[in-house]
């Protein structure tokens, strides 16, 4: 397939992902059927798909068919919802709006957005076990082996957790990274892993996909702190300002807004620099490193 | 190995698979080692390991090694209490004490429950996709799949769902065993499905085993719900006459006691006619029947 900028990219990506999960998540049915109602509100809520984008534009790099591509994708976009899912519960960050919808606790109730979760978490090993995902099953449990590590307590819930922590005493640079790494690093770190392992690349491959995620997230999360403290509400289109109200240290509030932007601009180039072997396919990669710095929202 | 009557046979599953645990949990480190603490809280409970030991001897019919079994063994207890953790957060059932001792969200808090559960269900998956589990990766996804599908939207997390409605409404005899079929019956399932899939058994092995799954864990609800109405708390160890408290319909408020009595022995008779073909191999699993009729706790 020809390389696609980043709009069109994201826009493939957002439909491509959304139809395989229209296929794979179930049709309301029978006396559970508002468990699928929930899973499917939660999941067709408008996101941006960045994930999914990450998996079709890494596999594209590698020459994966779409087919495979797509059926990661929404394996990582079940397992991205899940963790909004519960992030967002009482108990957690007590959200009651997201992307402008009532969250699925209040557009239904807690336990019903609990079991919600814990279903789309459990979907996403299905989706990826299934062999439309992989002819081989040795890609499969490697793409399962992955993903549960990017997303267990030593991934995106460890970083939840140490996010929790992180409330209660001064955190420096390095812990900060460490654990946007963990938090919102592990999942963009396993979409762009996805293209060579569903290749079967070898890991020198993977390793350089990890570096640019790596980065990339790190980008996106200093932009997103930048946001916070720069960005009015109405821009944003979520709340802003949380994460001074709550005390908790970011790379902005350590480095200030010009440090962190400068650091975000030194990040970005070396993101871009892991892409240089793959040339005119990784456009749409390369351009979503100066569209996250200069976003809006 | 020789085959060992029902008492050895939960004692032998127990430490095996406890060891397994000690080994796949991940030890507490770093900053996020409460996530850590808390699965290891939840996990180390001290309960019977009854769907370890269906894992265990249903590989010992097949004559699966016990390290593959050990795995699956591992991998279904981490499930199961996952979904413990869950279901006793407050805005589930909201129980205070499990096996006598505070639920996970009183020994920590919600959120850490909350993380500690999804941890859970997320290493079963990590577990199962790992080679020392089985050398056959299609065998490994297989079990991916069974497991993700009984423990999913449309299995026990179905009949969570299922559990809450009825609350609402009055639910007959075939719909009480549907929920039951669902909510407790489906980890059975694939407990003992799990032996005739390691061994790449047929399907009609997997079947049987199936069959003998699923009149087991009837039994186990019919006699759980006649020690609700009949026990004392003292006895049960636990919290007894919920199911009377909220008006819930069970298979002994529509037989009577006698009546659900009478019921679960002819289950329990078809459940032990399904292991005929086994021979003494089978006498732990024929031997859990009689056992579960006369529970007093």
Redesign the interface.
């Known amino acids: 397939m020809s390389s696609l900028g980043l709009a069109p990219a994201l826009d493939h990506a957002a439909r491509t992902v959304e139809q395989t999960l229209e296929v794979v998540l ?1 049709k309301p049915h ?3 059927s ?3 109602d929930a ?1 499917r509100y939660a999941t067709f809520a408008g996101g941006k798909r960045l994930r999914p984008f990450l998996v079709l534009e890494s596999a594209r790099l590698f020459d994966v068919p779409v087919a495979y591509a797509a059926r990661a994708a929404a394996a990582i976009e079940v397992l991205h919802t ?1 963790s909004l899912v ?1 992030d967002d ?1 009482p ?2 960050d007590d959200d009651d709006l997201r992307r402008g919808r009532p969250t699925t606790h209040k557009a239904f ?4 957005a ?2 919600a ?3 789309l ?3 996403a ?2 989706i ?4 439309a995902s992989h002819p ?3 890609v ?3 793409l ?2 992955r993903l ?2 990017a ?4 991934g995106m ?6 996010d ?2 992180a409330a209660e005493r001064d955190f420096g640079a390095e ?1 900060i990274m ?2 946007q790494r ?1 938090k919102t690093g592990q999942l963009f770190e396993f979409s762009c892993e996805a293209g060579p392992i569903l290749a079967e690349a070898g890991l020198a491959e993977q390793e350089r996909m990890r570096q640019y995620a790596r980065d990339m997230g790190l980008v996106f999360q200093i932009t997103d702190d930048l946001l916070d403290v720069t960005s009015t509400a109405e821009k944003a289109g979520k709340a802003v300002g949380k994460d001074q109200d709550h005390g908790k240290a970011t790379l902005v509030s350590i480095y200030g807004i010009d440090g962190a932007r400068q650091k975000a601009k030194e990040i970005s180039d070396r993101a871009v620099a892991a892409l240089e072997p793959f040339g005119d396919k990784a456009v749409a990669l390369r351009e979503l490193l100066p569209f996250l710095l200069t976003r809006e929202s």
Not at 109 to 112: G, H, I, N, Q, V
Not at 151 to 154: E, H, K, P
Not at 157 to 162: A, D, L, P, R, S
């Open positions: 179930p029978g006396l559970h508002r468990i699928h899973m899940y519960h519960l108990c957690m109730d807690e336990a019903t609990v079991l979760g814990d279903g978490l459990t979907i090993f299905e990826l076990a299934d062999a081989n099953a040795e499969r449990c490697k399962i082996a549960a590590e997303a267990g307590a030593n819930i460890g970083g939840q957790m140490v929790m922590v812990e460490l654990l963990l």
